[in-house]
Nanobody, 115 residues
Framework: QAQVVESGGGLVQAGGSLRLSCAAS????????MGWYRQAPGKQRESVAT???????KYADSVKGRFTISRDNAKNTVYLQMNSLKPEDTAVYYC?????????WGQGTQVTVSS
């Protein structure tokens, strides 16, 4: 069964770092873009960073210079390196895998940044 699984969330102090990983199962083919989104309590889900199969990345203004998205196409995996974390980065982080005609979401991983 096709699935997307995130890992790497946790609790960290402000200024610290975390690395999130997202693996799409091997039966998901022809992936276009992969990306990370987040949703804080009481807020809408927002895009954090995305990357195409060719390696073109985009970032939300709030994370530019602090977060780095990368991708291993051979492993169907996308990563999010998060540095200089702030309390406002606290949210559930979701991985999104986009094909031409279908989208897969992961179950989410909690990131909590304490001040």
């Amino acid at each position: 069964q096709a699935q997307v699984v995130e890992s790497g969330g946790g609790l960290v102090q402000a200024g610290g770092s975390l690395r999130l990983s997202c693996a799409a199962s091997r039966n998901i083919f022809s992936i276009n873009s992969m990306g990370w989104y987040r949703q804080a309590p009481g807020k809408q889900r927002e895009s954090v960073a995305t990357i195409t199969s060719g390696g073109t990345s985009k970032y939300a203004d709030s994370v530019k210079g602090r977060f780095t998205i990368s991708r291993d196409n051979a492993k169907n995996t996308v990563y999010l390196q998060m540095n200089s974390l702030k309390p406002e980065d606290t949210a559930v982080y979701y991985c999104k895998v986009s094909l031409v005609a279908r989208i897969y979401w992961g179950q989410g991983t909690q990131v909590t940044v304490s001040s």
